[in-house]
C-alpha cells in the first residue's frame, strides 16, 4: 500500500521521501506523516532492491554461498565473507592457520575503516557540507588500492574462503598498510578539526534522533547505533572470534543517544581500528593461508549460528544444515534492518529537517536491509 | 547462565517442555499455546532477563514450519533459542512485538515470506513484496516460472 502524497481528514500531511532520494542512500522508500514541520510517524517501504538472497542461497554450494553475501552490505564486503567463513568453519572444526586470522582481522578493520569514512563524507554532505566527502574519498582512495593489490578487486572482495583466506598477500602489503597508518593518523585530526569541532554541524548533530539504551535493546539495535546510546554490544569483545581476543582496543560507548553521539563513537572507532591493525601489522605470523579443506564441502546436520561486528553492527548468519552440500535454510540477521526499525522512535516528534541527520548517522545501506 | 542451569531453571517453570542439546546454545521446544506466557516471563524474570531478541526467523520442514527464536540476555550473557513447530497449512502463533519491538519489523518479513499469521500483531502488512504477491517465496515448494532461476 503505498499512500499518495496529500492531506489527512485529520490535517495532517502525507509526503514520500524517496526511493529516489539522495539522503536516503539508495532505494529506501519513506512514507512521513506531518504536523505542520513535526513528524508524526515515519514508515519505511522495503522491497526495491530485495534480490532473496537468502532463497539464492539454498541452492548455492557452501563454497559458492559466500560471494552473494559480497552484495549485501557492499561497504562491510569482508566482514560479511568473514561471517560466512567462520559459521561454515564452525559446522566442520576447521582450524584455521593463524597467519590467515591475521589477514582477516587487518582485512576486517581496513574495511571499517573504509565505510566509516565514506559514511563521514556522506553524513557531512547531507548536512549541507560539501568539501569532507573529497577529503574522505582521498583516504578511502588509499585502502582501496591495498584491496585492489592483495583481493583483485575494490568493492566486492571475495577474499575470505571457509579455512582461511583465498590468496597470500600482496608483498607490498605490509610497506602500504604502514603507509596508510601514517597517512591516516595525520588525516584524522583534519577531519575532526573540518566538521567535528564545527559549531554548524554540532548544531545539527547535538539533540537531534534521541534513542534511548532500553530503546535501543529493544529495536535490537547493534553496533554505532546501539553504542551512542549507552549500550556495550560489541561483538569484538563479548563474542570474540579470530585474534580479536589478543589484540588491545578500546570498546567505544557514548551515553549521548543523540546522531552526535552516534557521530562521535564511529569517529573514535576507526581510531581504535588503526590501533588494532598497527598491532597486527608487523607481527603477521609465517605459514599457511589458508587451511587443507575438502573439494566438497559437507556440513554435518544441525544448525549454526556466528555473529560478527560489521561496519553497522551485529551481522549474524544461521545456517541449518541437513547434511548435504547446500545449506537447507540460511537467515542472515543484518544490522540495517532493526537499526531501520527504530528510526520512527528517534525521528517522531522531531523537524523534517533534522530527518536527515537522524538517518545520516543511522548509516544505512539498503542492500543490507533488502538482502 | 550457563546452558545445564538454564535448562534446570527453565524445567521448574513449565515440565512440559524439550530441550535440544549438542549445539552451541541450549534449544527449547515451546508448545504454540505455552510460547506466549514463557516469553513473558524470559523477558521479565531478574534470572533470565533475555531483553535482546537478535534473530527471529522460521524454517520450512516441509510437514512443518518451525519458529525459531534467538534471544540474549545482555546483563547475564547467556543465550537461548526458542522453537515452536506451527501447523503448515494455517500457521498462527501469537505475536511477541509487545515485548521486543524489533520483532514488529521482523514478524512482517516471516509473515510474507513464510505467511505465518502472527495474532495481534499491531501493523501485519507485507513489508518486501508488492500487496498482490501470491504464494509464500521462502517455503519449499514455492514456485515462479517467470522470476525464479534455477541452479
Known amino acids: 500500500m503505498?499512500?499518495?502524497?496529500?492531506?489527512?481528514?485529520?490535517?495532517?500531511?502525507?509526503?514520500?521521501?524517496?526511493?529516489?532520494?539522495?539522503?536516503t542512500h539508495g532505494v529506501l522508500h519513506l512514507v512521513i506523516t506531518l504536523e505542520g514541520e513535526t513528524i508524526k510517524k515515519i514508515e519505511p517501504h522495503l522491497g526495491y532492491i530485495h534480490r532473496s538472497i537468502e532463497k539464492m542461497c539454498e541452492s548455492l554450494t557452501y563454497r559458492q554461498f559466500i560471494y552473494v553475501t559480497?552484495?549485501?552490505?557492499?561497504?562491510?564486503?569482508?566482514?560479511?565473507?568473514?561471517?560466512?567463513?567462520?559459521?561454515?568453519?564452525?559446522?566442520?572444526?576447521?582450524?584455521?592457520?593463524?597467519?590467515?586470522?591475521?589477514?582477516?582481522?587487518?582485512?576486517?578493520?581496513?574495511?571499517?575503516i573504509a565505510s566509516h569514512e565514506l559514511?563521514?563524507?556522506?553524513?557531512?554532505?547531507?548536512?549541507?557540507?560539501?568539501?569532507?566527502f573529497f577529503y574522505a574519498f582521498r583516504e578511502r582512495e588509499t585502502i582501496n588500492e591495498i584491496m585492489e593489490e592483495t583481493c583483485g578487486a575494490r568493492l566486492t572482495m571475495n577474499y575470505m574462503v571457509p579455512g582461511g583466506v583465498m590468496a597470500d598477500i600482496h608483498p607490498q602489503f605490509q610497506q602500504k598498510v604502514n603507509f596508510f597508518i601514517a597517512l591516516y593518523k595525520k588525516k584524522i585530526e583534519e577531519y575532526n578539526e573540518l566538521v567535528t569541532g564545527n559549531i554548524i554541524f554540532q548544531n545539527r548533530m547535538k539533540g537531534v534522533g534521541f534513542l534511548s539504551a532500553e530503546n535501543a535493546i529493544s529495536y535490537g539495535c547493534s553496533g554505532p547505533v546501539a553504542r551512542a546510546s549507552g549500550?556495550?554490544?560489541?561483538?569484538?569483545?563479548?563474542?570474540?572470534?579470530?585474534v580479536y581476543e589478543q589484540v588491545q582496543f578500546e570498546e567505544v560507548i557514548e551515553t549521548g543517544g543523540d546522531s552526535?553521539?552516534?557521530?562521535?563513537?564511529?569517529?573514535?572507532?576507526m581510531e581504535q581500528s588503526v590501533h588494532i591493525i598497527e598491532q597486527l601489522i608487523d607481527n603477521i605470523p609465517e605459514g599457511d593461508f589458508q587451511a587443507k579443506t575438502k573439494a566438497v564441502l559437507k556440513l554435518p546436520k544441525g544448525e549454526f549460528y556466528q555473529r560478527v561486528e560489521t561496519a553497522r553492527g551485529e551481522l549474524g548468519v544461521y545456517i541449518v544444515s541437513e547434511g548435504g552440500t547446500t545449506p537447507y535454510r540460511i537467515k542472515f540477521r543484518s544490522p540495517g534492518f532493526s537499526n531501520l526499525s527504530a528510526l520512527n522512535e528517534m525521528a517522531k516528534g522531531g523537524k523534517i529537517g533534522d530527518l536527515v541527520a537522524t538517518m545520516g548517522t543511522l548509516d544505512l545501506v539498503i542492500p543490507d536491509i533488502d538482502r | 547462565m550457563?546452558?545445564?542451569?538454564?535448562?534446570?531453571?527453565?524445567?521448574?517453570?513449565?515440565?512440559?517442555?524439550?530441550?535440544?542439546?549438542?549445539?552451541e546454545w541450549l534449544n527449547v521446544l515451546v508448545p504454540v499455546n505455552e510460547f506466549k506466557p514463557l516469553a513473558k516471563t524470559l523477558f521479565s524474570e531478574p534470572e533470565f532477563i533475555c531483553n535482546y531478541l537478535f534473530c527471529l526467523?522460521?524454517?520450512?520442514?516441509?510437514?512443518?514450519?518451525?519458529?525459531?527464536?534467538?534471544?540474549?540476555?545482555?546483563?547475564?550473557?547467556?543465550?537461548?533459542?526458542?522453537?515452536?513447530?506451527?501447523?503448515?497449512?494455517?500457521?498462527?502463533i501469537e505475536t511477541v512485538s509487545d515485548i521486543w519491538k524489533t520483532a514488529e519489523f521482523l514478524e512482517r518479513e516471516v509473515y510474507e515470506l513464510f505467511g505465518v499469521n502472527f495474532i495481534h500483531h499491531p501493523d501485519l502488512r507485507r513489508l518486501i513484496l508488492t500487496d498482490d504477491f501470491n504464494g509464500w517465496p521462502l517455503r519449499k515448494d514455492f514456485e515462479d516460472p517467470v522470476n525464479m532461476i534455477k541452479l
Open chain 1, 2 to 23: 503505498h499512500e499518495v502524497a496529500g492531506t489527512t481528514p485529520e490535517g495532517d500531511f502525507i509526503i514520500n521521501v524517496g526511493p529516489q532520494h539522495p539522503a
Open chain 1, 70 to 112: 559480497s552484495r549485501m552490505d557492499y561497504l562491510s564486503a569482508h566482514i560479511n565473507n568473514h561471517a560466512c567463513a567462520l559459521c561454515v568453519e564452525k559446522g566442520l572444526q576447521v582450524e584455521v592457520p593463524l597467519r590467515a586470522q591475521y589477514i582477516r582481522v587487518m582485512m576486517d578493520e581496513l574495511t571499517r
Open chain 1, 119 to 132: 559514511w563521514w563524507g556522506a553524513l557531512a554532505m547531507d548536512v549541507g557540507a560539501f568539501t569532507p
Open chain 1, 231 to 242: 549500550v556495550a554490544c560489541d561483538v569484538r569483545k563479548r563474542y570474540p572470534y579470530d
Open chain 1, 260 to 269: 552526535f553521539a552516534r557521530y562521535l563513537v564511529r569517529i573514535r572507532e
Open chain 2, 2 to 23: 550457563t546452558n545445564e542451569e538454564l535448562k534446570i531453571a527453565l524445567f521448574n517453570i513449565n515440565a512440559s517442555l524439550t530441550f535440544e542439546e549438542g549445539g
Open chain 2, 57 to 92: 526467523t522460521c524454517v520450512d520442514w516441509k510437514t512443518h514450519l518451525t519458529m525459531v527464536y534467538h534471544l540474549t540476555s545482555l546483563q547475564w550473557q547467556h543465550n537461548l533459542v526458542i522453537k515452536v513447530v506451527l501447523n503448515r497449512d494455517n500457521p498462527a
